[in-house]
Each structure stands twice: as structure tokens, then as C-alpha cells.
């Protein structure tokens, strides 16, 4: 949680009254617009009159539908692609009895193009408020004003870990207060100390305590009964960090097995409309991009012939959806013996994780670093595309010797066709750490839509033409 309930609540309230005076403001402007504003020609004048019920019982649909779909709650990390669909669906349920009344009472005919338009305009004003509410809300946190106050109950490595990824988020960070140890833990996070668990009830209660993260790795039942205890007494909102915290990060549901609550990990690789629609989008733009790009396939490939020996293209093993080998192509940047001379350079390896990258190589040629810091060597992968081994967006393949090193939670990028580029190429590419760019490659496979990839595709461009984080 952001929010002090109160404050969440407070603010509920006044987003919830805006879906309501909007759309009287809506289509109130739609009918001036239609009748009075001389923009469009009156033939059958309707006065306003007419309108003031059918715009209340608008405004009133509005804003219950809204309400039920709990758009008024304020949501802060919500998506906005997400949140977008919701209050599109909750407009066309809100006109749905609306527009069901009007035209079946036979007395008047309401003009349709007011219906439209105060649509069109209502949709517009309340979006615009929730997003003027939401970027007040997040200035206030930001300044500390009615943020929930965070307890991480946990001191250790663990913990810090937690804090760290806490952290991430400059929103959830500003309600951390302070932490507490577990009886015989070593501390070693850097929150400020507020005292032993056994003193829970009163830290609680003088910190006015919000939130309490449960952060250690082994505790016992009786153990977490009694803080979930403590914390119900107090009103406070309990949660708990589990060590198995990479396996959450998808869909997670909490489902009855006869009397046992199990929890339900939902698959989230691509469902197979995603992997058709994905898929076709691949060929169409892959085809395209090579037809477009030839000239500069053949200049580089001249260039490369001339300046070094050996092959033009550069094959390498890697691996693909699932588990599968394939062949990657590339244009050749390294001289022909550049995977004997590797183990020469293991050592001066400067990427974190199971990935080898050094800034200067030794082993790329002069028009090979050229190509490199353009990403000009990747594009010969369009045929991979073709040939359905890889995608446009997607988690890069990874060689089979950093798959071997993976951590479990880690495997999850390659349950995907790999990408020539993906979210972590447009986030700083190699100068992010390893897990990062897991990081990135999961939150991707997990809320994949194709907006986002073309969002990612749009701003690979850029990326690459400042060459930033590229070697």
C-alpha cells in the first residue's frame, strides 16, 4: 500500500464525485455545441430543457459503473494501458441504460450526435481527472504527505534485499520508516533500528504504523500468527516476503483444494492468439525491413570481406523458446578466431552474471566495432525472424553456458521466442546488471500486448543510434 487509508479513502471520494459532476459538464458542453455554438447547422432546435434528466440519469450510470469497477480508487501503480481499457468498458456499460431509455421513449427523439459527442467529451474529462488526481496524489507521497508508513520486520541480508527492491519504486520507498529484529537475528540492513520483535505492539502504536513487511527467510507458523495477531489489534496491514519472492511476480491466486488454500501460479507465456498475432506482425515487418535494409547488407558485407578474412556471417549456437538450439546470425565483427581466444579474456570479464561483455575487446575488428556500436551486426537476424527462430521484441537468446548458470526464477526469460531487441536494449543495454535485465525480460513476458511492442520497437532507434550502453 501507498496510501494511508484515510488518505486513500479521502481521495477515493473525491474522484468518485468528479465522475459525477463530469459527465453533467460533458454533455451539458456537447448539447451548447450542437444547438448553440453555430457549428453545426439547427434545423430542429431542442432546448436544453429536455436535457436536464436525461443528463442526470447519465451522470448517475457514470458514475455507479465507474464506482463498481473501482476506478475511483486511486491506483497508483496501476497501469495506465490497463486502466485505460477499464474506463472505456465502464463508459460503454454507463450508455448502455442510458441510451437504452432515450431511444425507446417514443415522446422525444434526443439528438444523436449530442449522445455522441457528450460520450466523447465525458470520456475525455474524467480520464483527465483521474490523471491530474493520480499526479497530485504522487507529489504528496513524494513529500511524504499521507503516505503509508512501512515496518520491515527483519534485519538481516534477507531483508535488505527487500528494502533494496522496495527501493525501486521512489513511491513505496518513501514509507519506509524503520525495521525490527527477530529474536537472535544478525542485523545488517541499513533502515534505522527500532527495537526486538518482542516489542512489536509498541513500535506499532508509537511509529503509528501503517504496513508490516514480514521479511525473514525462515520463519516458523507460530511465529507469523502471532505478528498477524498483533497487527489485526492494530489495524495495520500485514504482508509477507516469501524467499521464493521470484516465483510471484506473475499471476498468483490463492484457490480451495477440498479445505487447503493452495496457491495457483497461472502460466503466463503467450497465449496462442498472442503467438499468432506476434507472429504474423514478424513476417510482415521482417520481409519489409530486408527489402528496405539490402543496400546496406551488401555495403557491410563488402566491407567486412575486405578488412578481414573469414566469413561474412558469424553463426552461433544459441538457445531458443523453450529450451531450443538454433542458429543465430549475425554479421561477423570478430576475427575468424575469436572463440578460441575467449578463454585468454574470461577473467576480464566486466558484465555481472552468467553473460560475458568487455567494453574494448581485443578480439573485434576495426569495421566490427563499428557495426557494433550501431547494432549494424544484428540485423542479418531478420532471417531468423523469417524463419520463426527469433521475434522482433523479445529476450535476447542467450548462449548455452550462461543458461547452465541461470538461478530457477531466471529460466523464465527463455519460455519466449527471443528478440532482436527487448525492453532491457532500450533501457541501457549493457550497462544494466544481469538480473535487471531478467528482470526486465520477465516484467515484458508478463504483460506483453503488441502496443508494447511497438512502443519498444519505436524506441529502439534511438537506442541505437546513440550507441549508448552498446559494445
Given at each position: 500500500m501507498l496510501l494511508r487509508k484515510r488518505s486513500e479513502r479521502i481521495a477515493g471520494q473525491l474522484i468518485w464525485i468528479g465522475y459525477y459532476i463530469w459527465p453533467v459538464v460533458g454533455f451539458t458542453f456537447a448539447w451548447w455545441l450542437r444547438f448553440q455554438s453555430g457549428f453545426f447547422k439547427v434545423l430542429d432546435y431542442q432546448p436544453f430543457e429536455k436535457y436536464y434528466v436525461p443528463i442526470l440519469i447519465v451522470a448517475t450510470f457514470w458514475s455507479i459503473v465507474y464506482g463498481a469497477l473501482k476506478l475511483h480508487t486511486p491506483a497508483l501503480n496501476l497501469r495506465w494501458t490497463r486502466e485505460t481499457s477499464k474506463m472505456i468498458w465502464g463508459a460503454a456499460l454507463a450508455m448502455i441504460p442510458t441510451m437504452a431509455l432515450a431511444f425507446s421513449y417514443r415522446g422525444y427523439f434526443y439528438s444523436r450526435l449530442v449522445m455522441t459527442l457528450g460520450i466523447v467529451f465525458t470520456f475525455g474529462l474524467c480520464f483527465t481527472h483521474k490523471v491530474i488526481a493520480k499526479s497530485i496524489l504522487k507529489k504528496m507521497l513524494l513529500k511524504r504527505v499521507g503516505i503509508a508508513r512501512k515496518l520491515i520486520i527483519g534485519c538481516n541480508s534477507f531483508a535488505q534485499k527487500v528494502?533494496?527492491?522496495?527501493?525501486?519504486?521512489?513511491?513505496?520507498?518513501?514509507?519506509?520508516?524503520?525495521?525490527?529484529?527477530?529474536?537472535?537475528?544478525?542485523?545488517t540492513t541499513d533502515l534505522p533500528y527500532l527495537g526486538d520483535i518482542s516489542e512489536l505492539r509498541e513500535i506499532i502504536i508509537k511509529g503509528q504504523f501503517d504496513e508490516a513487511i514480514f521479511a525473514y527467510p525462515n520463519p516458523s507458523e507460530?511465529?507469523?500468527?502471532?505478528?498477524?495477531?498483533?497487527?489485526?489489534?492494530?489495524?495495520?496491514?500485514?504482508?509477507?516476503?516469501?524467499?521464493?519472492?521470484?516465483?510471484?511476480?506473475?499471476?498468483?491466486?490463492v484457490e480451495p483444494v477440498g479445505d487447503v488454500q493452495v496457491l495457483a501460479f497461472t502460466d503466463l507465456a503467450l497465449k496462442v492468439w498472442q503467438r499468432g498475432v506476434k507472429r504474423a506482425a514478424d513476417l510482415l515487418l521482417s520481409s519489409i525491413l530486408l527489402i528496405l535494409l539490402s543496400p546496406l547488407l551488401i555495403t557491410i558485407s563488402v566491407a567486412i570481406k575486405l578488412t578481414s578474412t573469414g566469413h561474412i556471417f558469424f553463426l552461433q549456437e544459441r538457445i531458443g523458446r523453450n529450451?531450443?538450439?538454433?542458429?543465430?546470425?549475425?554479421?561477423?565483427?570478430?576475427?575468424?578466431?575469436?572463440?578460441?581466444r575467449l578463454k585468454e579474456h574470461l577473467e576480464d570479464n566486466e558484465a555481472q552474471g552468467p553473460i560475458f561483455k568487455i567494453k574494448k575487446d581485443p578480439r573485434i575488428t576495426s569495421i566490427g566495432r563499428l557495426i557494433r556500436r550501431f547494432s549494424i551486426d544484428e540485423i542479418p537476424q531478420l532471417f531468423n525472424v523469417l524463419l520463426g527462430q527469433m521475434s522482433l521484441v523479445g529476450p535476447?537468446?542467450?548462449?548455452?553456458r550462461e543458461v547452465k548458470v541461470y538461478?530457477?526464477?531466471?529460466?523464465?526469460?527463455?519460455?519466449?521466442?527471443?528478440?532482436?531487441?527487448?525492453?532491457?536494449?532500450?533501457?541501457?543495454?549493457?550497462?544494466?546488471?544481469?538480473?535487471?535485465?531478467?528482470?526486465?525480460?520477465?516484467?515484458?513476458?508478463?504483460?506483453?500486448?503488441?502496443?508494447?511492442?511497438?512502443?519498444?520497437?519505436?524506441?529502439?532507434?534511438?537506442?541505437?543510434?546513440?550507441?549508448?550502453?552498446?559494445?
Open positions: 528494502v533494496n527492491e522496495i527501493r525501486r519504486d521512489p513511491l513505496a520507498a518513501a514509507g519506509l520508516v524503520g525495521m525490527i529484529s527477530v529474536t537472535g537475528e544478525r542485523c507460530n511465529m507469523i500468527l502471532k505478528i498477524i495477531y498483533e497487527c489485526r489489534k492494530e489495524q495495520v496491514q500485514f504482508e509477507l516476503v516469501p524467499p521464493f519472492r521470484h516465483l510471484l511476480r506473475g499471476r498468483v491466486e529450451g531450443r538450439k538454433f542458429q543465430m546470425i549475425k554479421f561477423r565483427s570478430m576475427y575468424k578466431d575469436a572463440e578460441k535476447r537468446p542467450p548462449l548455452e538461478e530457477n526464477w531466471q529460466l523464465r526469460r527463455i519460455d519466449v521466442t527471443p528478440g532482436m531487441t527487448g525492453l532491457w536494449q532500450v533501457s541501457g543495454r549493457s550497462d544494466l546488471s544481469f538480473e535487471k535485465m531478467v528482470e526486465l525480460d520477465i516484467h515484458y513476458i508478463e504483460n506483453w500486448s503488441l502496443v508494447m511492442d511497438i512502443m519498444i520497437l519505436f524506441k529502439t532507434l534511438p537506442a541505437v543510434i546513440t550507441g549508448k550502453g552498446a559494445y
